[in-house]
């Protein structure tokens, strides 16, 4: 598709288990960002990749969360020892240029920790 | 402390007359305004954006008006149909941070 693309749409994890994002921007986009949208709030921001390279993780929330995209294109967002307070969508964007202003999201991965 | 602000969580509107939806910002650094429409179960679909050298940018039935002094922008839809009826996100970037911020959404709802 053209589009952004996320799996798996849905999950359901127990507390303590770990979890793995998967994110494949639209093709040839240099910068790919991933979200955490919390219900009834806006996107929070979570780590920026400009092609491979991670310049900003600012807003991981603690050393249980990782992001990698060793190639430059299809991202992981890693979530080690799932809480409760992890369940959200987690949602991942791309754009065409490193300054690019507009961004193009996926639908989303749903998170819910029981 | 949020940065974006989107102070109304919800608006009901009658289809046909016009929607509008308000946005608020603090940080006078940020230079590019977009807007965001999401369905339920769906990602965040763009809609209309702003670079603050303009003050107004329409696209169809959708118009985008800045007005920097206030720190103020505005997502304007006429006429309102039933399909529009979503969240709609309001976010900002700042020159060279390319990282959107966003609000917290406001629900509209167009009814019949």
């Known amino acids: 598709g053209a589009g952004v693309s996320q799996s798996p749409r849905y999950k359901v994890a127990k507390r303590g288990q770990d979890v793995a994002l998967r994110c494949d921007p639209i093709?040839?986009?240099?910068?790919l960002f991933w979200y955490q949208q919390a219900l009834g709030q806006g996107p929070e921001f979570l780590t920026y990749?400009?092609?491979?390279?991670?310049?900003?993780k600012s807003g991981l929330p603690s050393d249980r969360f990782f992001a990698e995209r060793p190639e430059g294109s299809v991202s992981t967002l890693k979530i080690q020892r799932t809480q409760q307070e992890d369940s959200a969508v987690y949602l991942c964007?791309?754009?065409?240029?490193?300054?690019?202003?507009?961004?193009?999201f996926g639908e989303g991965s749903w998170l819910t920790v029981v | 402390d949020q940065q974006v602000k989107q102070n109304s969580p919800s608006l009901s509107v009658q289809e046909g007359r016009i929607s509008i939806l308000n946005c608020d910002y603090t940080?006078?650094?940020?230079?590019?305004f977009l807007w965001y429409k999401k369905y339920p179960a769906e990602g965040p679909t763009f809609l209309i954006s702003?670079?603050?050298?303009?003050d107004k940018n329409e696209d169809g039935r959708f118009t985008v008006f800045l007005n920097k002094s206030a720190k103020h922008l505005s997502l304007h839809i006429v006429p309102s149909q039933p399909g529009d009826s979503a969240v709609y996100f309001c976010?900002?970037?700042?020159?060279?941070?390319?990282?959107?911020?966003f609000g917290r959404g406001t629900s509209l709802i167009v009814h019949p």
């Open positions: 964007a791309s754009s065409l240029r490193a300054a690019g202003n507009t961004i193009y």
């Open positions: 093709s040839g986009h240099v910068s």
């Open positions: 990749f400009q092609n491979e390279a991670q310049l900003d």
């Open positions: 940080n006078s650094m940020f230079d590019y």
């Open positions: 702003i670079s603050s050298i303009k």
């Open positions: 976010a900002a970037n700042q020159g060279g941070s390319y990282i959107p911020t």
